[in-house]
Nanobody, 115 residues
């Protein structure tokens, strides 16, 4: 059994910053890819950033230059540093993990940017 849990969301002013965390627990050996997605009300889920085992980070267009993804030493945590947040960044941010070929999602953490 694998569990994925996000934390760190909240309400922030325009231009502010947040750091999101994702922890994968359970039978996590063989975790190959961890990623962040987001979904705003009325919109499709959107890729934000990801890291593979031993690979370089990869970003979606909305994240380039403002967000930074990193992985913990134990490889079972994923972080997303959000900077210069804008109202269009308001969304539920979801963590994704690919473990032994199976996909797991967290429940999401809400980020709201107030103008």
């Amino acid at each position: 059994q694998v569990q994925v849990m996000e934390s760190g969301g909240g309400l922030v002013d325009v231009g502010g910053s947040l750091r999101l965390s994702c922890a994968v627990s359970g039978s996590i050996w063989g975790t190959r890819v961890m990623a962040w997605y987001r979904q705003a009300p009325g919109k499709q889920r959107e890729f934000v950033a990801r890291m593979s085992d031993g690979g370089s980070p990869d970003y979606g267009d909305s994240a380039k230059g403002r967000f930074r993804v990193s992985r913990g030493r134990a490889q079972d945590t994923l972080y997303l540093q959000l900077s210069d947040l804008q109202p269009e960044d308001t969304a539920t941010y979801y963590c994704f993990a690919s473990v032994r070929g199976h996909d797991f999602w967290g429940q999401g953490t809400q980020v709201t940017v107030s103008s």
